[in-house]
Structures are given as C-alpha cells and as structure tokens.
C-alpha cells in the first residue's frame, strides 16, 4: 500500500511540473574559412578547423555536418536554433569548430566546405585536394 501511495505521490509530482516549451531547429551555416594540412600521412590524426560568423544571438554551436563518399568529405557547420520572439542578429562573431580526421586510404582526400548557395540557388564550396604521402 505505501508503494502505491509513494508511486502515486510521484505521478501528481512529475504532472504538476510544467516544462519551457521552447522550439529548436537544426540549422546548417556556411563555412568561412579552414586551416587544414596541405598534405596528409596514412595512419595519422589531423585536427581540421572551419570558421563561421554567428549570425544571430539564438544561434548556438551544435557540431559538425560530415557526409563521406570514397574518399570525398562535404563538411558544413551545424547550429541549434532556438525559437523565440527575440532573436537579433550578431555582427562580427568568428566561430571555430575542430574535428579529428584519421587518415586510412591512401590516395587523395577531397575536402568540400560548403560555403553557402550562389545567386541561382546551387550549393557553393571551398574545395581542398589532399594528398596522402
């Protein structure tokens, strides 16, 4: 009996508790800059950054999007954006995110950093080919 009652007690607890009912996206940035290696090492790690500008105070890092085919990378910036009547945007704000690359082909790697759409709407990219020694 004094399980149900404590089970019960918790129910109304965790009911009568209200929850920020906040929105979020997923948001995909451009990316403004890379510091990267000209030439790679097979079996070694490279730590690879892209720079981004902020664009509003709702804009929170969310990490990296990174999309493999063979030995070609497409590699964008992802943000949380949260949803709420007082975004602003944020002028001058250089983001950093770094991530590990292993290297494990030999060959070349082919880098792409989406940079954003052109006026005719196609996906634009910085383009880096890797050579692995």
């Known amino acids: 009996m004094k399980r149900i009652v404590l089970l019960l007690s918790l129910l109304f607890l965790l009911n009568s508790c209200e929850l920020d009912e906040n929105n979020f996206y997923v948001d995909i940035l451009p990316v403004h800059s890379v510091e990267m290696p000209t030439e790679f090492v097979l079996g070694e790690t490279y730590q690879i950054t892209m720079q981004y500008y902020r664009p509003t105070n709702c804009h929170s890092p969310y990490g990296i999007y990174y999309e493999k085919d063979l ?10 954006v949260e949803e709420r ?5 944020v002028e001058n704000i250089l983001v950093e995110e770094t991530f590990s690359f292993h290297v494990t082909n030999t060959g070349n790697y082919v880098f792409k950093f989406w940079t954003g759409k052109d006026n005719e709407g196609n996906d634009t990219f910085m383009t880096y080919d890797i050579p692995v020694n």
Do not use: D, E, M, S
Not at 71 to 80: E, F, G, Q, S
Not at 85 to 89: E, R
């Open 71 to 80: 030995n070609v990378r497409t590699c964008a910036i992802k943000n949380l």
């Open 85 to 89: 009547g007082n975004c602003a945007p």
